[in-house]
Protein backbone atom coordinates (compact mmCIF):
# COMPACT_ATOMS: atom_id res chain seq x y z
CA UNK A 1 0.00 0.00 0.00
CA UNK A 2 1.30 3.68 -0.91
CA UNK A 3 1.52 5.51 1.98
CA UNK A 4 1.95 9.49 2.24
CA UNK A 5 3.79 11.71 4.70
CA UNK A 6 1.94 15.19 5.27
CA UNK A 7 4.03 17.42 6.37
CA UNK A 8 3.49 21.38 8.01
CA UNK A 9 5.96 24.27 7.37
CA UNK A 10 6.30 27.16 9.77
CA UNK A 11 7.37 29.27 6.80
CA UNK A 12 5.85 29.71 2.90
CA UNK A 13 7.69 28.04 -0.21
CA UNK A 14 7.68 30.07 -3.54
CA UNK A 15 8.21 28.01 -6.20
CA UNK A 16 9.56 29.36 -9.54
CA UNK A 17 9.22 28.21 -13.13
CA UNK A 18 12.83 28.81 -15.39
CA UNK A 19 11.88 30.97 -18.51
CA UNK A 20 13.42 30.30 -21.58
CA UNK A 21 13.75 33.21 -23.81
CA UNK A 22 11.95 33.52 -27.38
CA UNK A 23 12.70 35.25 -30.41
CA UNK A 24 10.48 37.55 -32.50
CA UNK A 25 12.87 37.95 -35.87
CA UNK A 26 11.72 40.93 -38.16
CA UNK A 27 12.80 41.21 -41.49
CA UNK A 28 13.10 44.86 -41.47
CA UNK A 29 15.84 47.01 -39.18
CA UNK A 30 13.27 49.95 -38.93
CA UNK A 31 10.73 47.53 -37.34
CA UNK A 32 13.51 46.71 -34.96
CA UNK A 33 14.49 49.98 -34.20
CA UNK A 34 11.17 51.10 -33.79
CA UNK A 35 10.45 48.71 -30.87
CA UNK A 36 13.48 49.46 -29.31
CA UNK A 37 13.33 53.08 -28.99
CA UNK A 38 9.41 53.60 -29.55
CA UNK A 39 7.98 50.41 -27.68
CA UNK A 40 5.42 49.86 -31.15
CA UNK A 41 4.97 46.50 -31.63
CA UNK A 42 3.00 44.94 -34.64
CA UNK A 43 0.49 42.02 -32.69
CA UNK A 44 -0.97 39.95 -35.78
CA UNK A 45 -4.04 37.22 -36.03
CA UNK A 46 -4.82 34.31 -37.84
CA UNK A 47 -6.81 36.09 -40.33
CA UNK A 48 -3.83 37.68 -41.34
CA UNK A 49 -1.71 34.58 -41.35
CA UNK A 50 -4.25 33.03 -43.99
CA UNK A 51 -3.46 35.99 -46.21
CA UNK A 52 0.77 35.92 -46.72
CA UNK A 53 1.88 34.31 -49.60
CA UNK A 54 4.97 32.93 -48.98
CA UNK A 55 4.26 29.69 -47.02
CA UNK A 56 6.63 29.63 -44.39
CA UNK A 57 5.36 32.82 -43.44
CA UNK A 58 1.60 32.05 -43.68
CA UNK A 59 -0.60 29.27 -43.50
CA UNK A 60 -4.36 29.12 -44.59
CA UNK A 61 -5.57 26.27 -42.17
CA UNK A 62 -4.44 28.48 -38.81
CA UNK A 63 -6.79 27.47 -35.73
CA UNK A 64 -8.76 24.98 -38.37
CA UNK A 65 -9.61 21.77 -36.81
CA UNK A 66 -11.40 18.69 -37.19
CA UNK A 67 -12.64 17.43 -34.35
CA UNK A 68 -15.22 13.72 -33.61
CA UNK A 69 -15.56 10.09 -33.04
CA UNK A 70 -17.64 6.77 -33.82
CA UNK A 71 -20.58 5.33 -31.63
CA UNK A 72 -20.86 1.91 -30.48
CA UNK A 73 -22.47 0.92 -33.86
CA UNK A 74 -19.29 2.53 -35.58
CA UNK A 75 -20.89 4.96 -37.39
CA UNK A 76 -18.78 8.12 -37.32
CA UNK A 77 -19.53 12.04 -36.84
CA UNK A 78 -16.94 14.82 -37.25
CA UNK A 79 -17.30 18.76 -36.29
CA UNK A 80 -15.08 21.34 -38.33
CA UNK A 81 -14.23 24.12 -35.98
CA UNK A 82 -12.29 26.77 -36.28
CA UNK A 83 -10.46 28.48 -32.67
CA UNK A 84 -8.17 31.93 -32.19
CA UNK A 85 -11.15 34.54 -34.12
CA UNK A 86 -11.26 36.45 -30.74
CA UNK A 87 -7.32 36.00 -30.41
CA UNK A 88 -4.32 38.08 -31.00
CA UNK A 89 -1.35 35.99 -32.00
CA UNK A 90 2.66 36.61 -31.63
CA UNK A 91 4.61 34.25 -33.47
CA UNK A 92 8.35 33.73 -31.92
CA UNK A 93 10.88 30.88 -32.15
CA UNK A 94 12.55 29.00 -29.50
CA UNK A 95 15.88 29.06 -31.58
CA UNK A 96 17.77 30.81 -33.82
CA UNK A 97 19.03 28.69 -36.78
CA UNK A 98 19.69 29.50 -40.27
CA UNK A 99 17.15 27.94 -41.60
CA UNK A 100 14.74 30.33 -39.25
CA UNK A 101 16.18 32.95 -39.93
CA UNK A 102 16.25 32.03 -44.17
CA UNK A 103 12.23 31.66 -43.56
CA UNK A 104 11.40 35.34 -42.62
CA UNK A 105 14.18 37.17 -44.52
CA UNK A 106 15.06 38.32 -40.75
CA UNK A 107 17.67 40.83 -40.51
CA UNK A 108 17.47 40.90 -36.42
CA UNK A 109 14.90 39.89 -33.40
CA UNK A 110 13.30 40.58 -30.51
CA UNK A 111 15.03 38.44 -27.38
CA UNK A 112 12.01 37.74 -25.31
CA UNK A 113 13.60 36.89 -22.23
CA UNK A 114 10.26 36.73 -19.70
CA UNK A 115 7.62 36.23 -21.82
CA UNK A 116 5.18 36.21 -19.24
CA UNK A 117 5.79 39.66 -17.94
CA UNK A 118 6.00 40.46 -21.49
CA UNK A 119 2.85 39.55 -22.29
CA UNK A 120 0.59 41.32 -19.32
CA UNK A 121 2.55 44.17 -20.56
CA UNK A 122 1.17 44.08 -24.02
CA UNK A 123 -2.33 42.73 -22.74
CA UNK A 124 -2.85 46.12 -21.64
CA UNK A 125 -2.24 47.95 -24.75
CA UNK A 126 -4.74 45.73 -26.61
CA UNK A 127 -8.43 46.13 -27.04
CA UNK A 128 -10.86 44.35 -24.91
CA UNK A 129 -8.31 41.85 -24.36
CA UNK A 130 -9.39 39.32 -21.26
CA UNK A 131 -7.15 36.74 -20.92
CA UNK A 132 -4.50 34.98 -22.70
CA UNK A 133 -1.98 32.10 -23.04
CA UNK A 134 1.54 30.88 -24.86
CA UNK A 135 3.02 27.82 -25.47
CA UNK A 136 4.89 25.71 -27.74
CA UNK A 137 3.31 24.90 -30.99
CA UNK A 138 2.82 21.18 -31.66
CA UNK A 139 3.52 19.59 -34.97
CA UNK A 140 1.49 16.79 -36.50
CA UNK A 141 0.60 15.01 -39.39
CA UNK A 142 -3.59 15.90 -39.61
CA UNK A 143 -5.18 18.49 -37.79
CA UNK A 144 -8.27 15.84 -37.49
CA UNK A 145 -8.54 14.97 -33.54
CA UNK A 146 -10.35 11.49 -32.89
CA UNK A 147 -11.70 11.51 -29.49
CA UNK A 148 -12.25 8.50 -27.57
CA UNK A 149 -13.42 7.15 -24.31
CA UNK A 150 -14.58 9.69 -21.97
CA UNK A 151 -13.97 12.45 -24.23
CA UNK A 152 -16.08 10.27 -26.85
CA UNK A 153 -19.06 9.70 -25.11
CA UNK A 154 -19.27 14.08 -24.50
CA UNK A 155 -19.03 14.62 -28.12
CA UNK A 156 -21.67 11.83 -28.86
CA UNK A 157 -23.83 13.35 -26.36
CA UNK A 158 -23.87 16.42 -28.74
CA UNK A 159 -27.74 17.48 -30.13
CA UNK A 160 -26.54 18.91 -33.44
CA UNK A 161 -29.12 21.12 -33.57
CA UNK A 162 -28.25 23.31 -30.60
CA UNK A 163 -25.57 25.65 -32.04
CA UNK A 164 -24.70 26.75 -28.37
CA UNK A 165 -24.25 23.21 -27.09
CA UNK A 166 -22.27 22.84 -29.80
CA UNK A 167 -19.59 25.52 -29.08
CA UNK A 168 -19.25 24.91 -25.34
CA UNK A 169 -19.03 21.51 -25.67
CA UNK A 170 -16.14 21.58 -28.25
CA UNK A 171 -14.41 24.54 -26.45
CA UNK A 172 -14.31 21.77 -23.11
CA UNK A 173 -13.18 19.01 -25.34
CA UNK A 174 -10.28 20.84 -27.17
CA UNK A 175 -9.34 23.30 -24.40
CA UNK A 176 -7.49 25.41 -26.88
CA UNK A 177 -5.30 23.05 -28.64
CA UNK A 178 -6.07 24.48 -32.37
CA UNK A 179 -4.10 27.68 -31.14
CA UNK A 180 -1.37 25.38 -30.89
CA UNK A 181 -1.25 22.65 -34.14
CA UNK A 182 1.08 23.21 -36.49
CA UNK A 183 2.01 20.72 -39.67
CA UNK A 184 5.00 19.15 -39.33
CA UNK A 185 6.67 20.80 -42.26
CA UNK A 186 7.21 23.43 -39.89
CA UNK A 187 8.53 22.08 -37.60
CA UNK A 188 11.57 23.08 -37.77
CA UNK A 189 10.79 26.61 -36.52
CA UNK A 190 9.91 25.43 -33.62
CA UNK A 191 7.53 28.52 -32.97
CA UNK A 192 6.46 29.52 -29.69
CA UNK A 193 2.91 31.17 -29.31
CA UNK A 194 1.38 33.74 -27.58
CA UNK A 195 -2.48 34.96 -27.88
CA UNK A 196 -4.46 37.62 -26.15
CA UNK A 197 -8.54 36.65 -26.20
CA UNK A 198 -10.50 39.86 -26.86
CA UNK A 199 -14.12 40.10 -26.15
CA UNK A 200 -14.51 40.49 -30.08
CA UNK A 201 -13.44 39.24 -33.31
CA UNK A 202 -9.92 39.84 -34.61
CA UNK A 203 -9.77 40.40 -38.55
CA UNK A 204 -6.65 42.28 -38.88
CA UNK A 205 -3.65 42.86 -36.83
CA UNK A 206 -2.60 46.35 -34.20
CA UNK A 207 0.57 47.84 -33.73
CA UNK A 208 0.75 48.90 -29.96
CA UNK A 209 2.96 51.04 -28.31
CA UNK A 210 4.14 49.57 -25.09
CA UNK A 211 7.38 51.28 -23.92
CA UNK A 212 6.70 49.17 -20.91
CA UNK A 213 7.27 45.76 -22.62
CA UNK A 214 10.93 46.85 -23.64
CA UNK A 215 12.70 46.23 -20.21
CA UNK A 216 11.87 42.16 -20.67
CA UNK A 217 13.75 42.27 -23.90
CA UNK A 218 17.12 42.47 -25.69
CA UNK A 219 17.84 43.40 -28.92
CA UNK A 220 19.36 40.54 -31.34
CA UNK A 221 21.12 41.35 -34.72
CA UNK A 222 21.82 39.15 -37.70
Known amino acids: MIQFTET ?3 FNISWC ?3 DPIFRILGQKEHLDDFFENGNIFISSFENFKSYKDEMQGDISEG ?16 FYEGGVQAFILCTT ?3 SDKVIKDFNGVGAIKIVNS ?11 PFVNAGIEGSCIYIDSKVQHLEDEQNELFQKINFSDPSMINQTITALTTGVELFMKYKKYEHQQ ?3 LAWFSERKI ?3 IVVHCPEAIQY ?6
Open 8 to 10: HSS
Open 17 to 19: YKI
Open 64 to 79: QSLIGGFDKEGNGSHV
Open 94 to 96: KVL
Open 116 to 126: VLFAKEIARKL
Open 191 to 193: EHR
Open 203 to 205: KKG
Open 217 to 222: CERVLF
